[in-house]
């Protein structure tokens, strides 16, 4: 486990220099990844509280600022967040339209969802969801899990649901999911 943890640490450290347009050939996931998963070009303002908050860590406030840009990205309407610190991230997503449904209670089936985040330390404490409802042909969800790398079980939850997304992108620190058909099937680091 820790060997290919430094494994892909090295890799990512590699492409960091030598990166030019993430590897993606498609249009629609290479404009996600540059307006929304890394914005270079600071196109977002986030909610004055949330930046002044105190508390939270640089590695976490960078996490939140992506999620808020990702769920404003696709304009999503029904956001399940399992975190011990909603408290936190609910200050940068309160950012979001009023329109948009974001909870922190796991309901007994995921239809309706169109964004999952699953913390690094709610991964070890979420009982067994009954991830067999993702991936069907109709569900057009996308799931963030962070630390991928940090626990065995993250690890196989994160390989798991990695061979039934349409798309799946490794950022090292955390992972993202989508399952929409139309996507075009693919799998990338950044």
């Not at 290919?4 to 492409?15: A, C, I, M, P």
């Not at 992506?66 to 990205?73: A, C, D």
């Not at 975190?83 to 796991?106: C, F, G, H, Q, W």
Request: glycine share 6%; charged share 30%.
């Amino acid at each position: 486990m820790h060997y290919s943890y430094w494994k892909e640490r090295f890799k990512k450290v590699f492409r960091f220099w030598n990166k030019r347009g993430f590897g993606v050939h498609s249009p629609v996931l290479f404009n996600l990844i540059t307006q929304a998963i890394s914005d270079r070009k600071h196109r977002y303002t986030y909610h004055i509280a949330a930046e002044q908050a105190k508390g939270i860590t640089r590695k976490e406030r960078k996490l939140y600022r992506m999620l808020f840009r990702l769920t404003n990205y696709l304009e999503v309407k029904n956001i399940l967040c399992l975190t011990e610190k909603m408290e936190n991230l609910s200050l940068y997503l309160s950012a979001l339209p009023k329109d948009v449904v974001i909870s922190d209670e796991r309901p007994e089936k995921l239809d309706g969802l169109d964004f999952i985040y699953v913390a690094e330390e709610s991964i070890g404490k979420i009982e067994k969801v009954d991830w067999q409802q993702i991936g069907c042909e109709n569900t057009k969800i996308g799931i963030v899990l962070e630390g991928i790398y940090s626990q065995k079980n993250a690890f196989d939850l994160w390989k798991e649901l990695q061979n039934k997304a349409r798309v799946s992108i490794d950022a090292m620190w955390y992972g993202i999911l989508f399952f929409d058909a139309k996507l075009q099937k693919g799998r990338y680091k950044i």
